[in-house]
DNA sequence: TAGTAGCA
DNA sequence: GCCT
């Protein structure tokens, strides 16, 4: 992959990478991750108060990221008890070229979206140290991508993200508020079925 | 509040 | 898209 390329955009400080990955690069990205839904199948979260989340998810790393009435955290095993599987290397690889950071990520979540699924509006703070940035791939279905402040309301901004797209959560921008909004579907073939998978990157010790 | 629904 |  090239070596820190420049950014395609820049919406609220965040980087955009637009078609980072090349045809070739996504279906090979979305074989190594069967092997991680394989080793540790999805899983349908469920967020303090109590509510099932729309996406479906999974990790690999050292580090999985789990939500359930008990609160968000970082747990070193999958609910069903067996450990994370490795990240795979053709993720590691976007880490190692979009972050400019040196050490390597310890959890890498895998967001599945269907049709219908949606994130709200949320900050990345369950990691210990935020000089670390959180480095964002998208595979399949086209996203809308929604950028706000670092306090909840205020003005916002959106972008789509499309397949093999990647972005960096870092800096400054590191506490904003950000979320998907919606899915569409049909616009890309990557996945058989639809959907979109977000790969997320994170150090979170 | 990593949620939802309702109205426009 | 805006509101909560």
Known sequence: ???????????????????????????AMVEDLRGVVKAAPLFSPVTPSGKEMSVRMTSAGKFGWVTDR??????PKHPSGAPWPE??????????????YDRDPESCLVNFYGTD???????????ADFNA???SISLGDAALFRIG?????????SIWLESGDVCVIGGEARLLYHGIDRIRPGSSSLLPNGGRINVTMRVVT
């Open 70 to 75: 008990r609160g968000y955290r970082y747990e």
């Open 87 to 100: 990240v795979p290397e053709s993720v590691l690889d976007v880490w190692r070229t979009v972050s400019g």
């Open 133 to 135: 940035p959180v480095v």
């Open 149 to 157: 402040n670092l306090e909840r309301g205020g003005k916002t901004e």
């Open 117 to 127: 699924a949606k994130m709200g509006m949320h900050q990345d703070k369950d990691e």
């Open 1 to 27: 992959m090239k070596n820190s390329p420049e950014p395609t955009v820049v919406v609220r400080r965040i980087p955009v990478w637009k078609q980072l990955l090349s045809p070739e690069q996504q279906i």
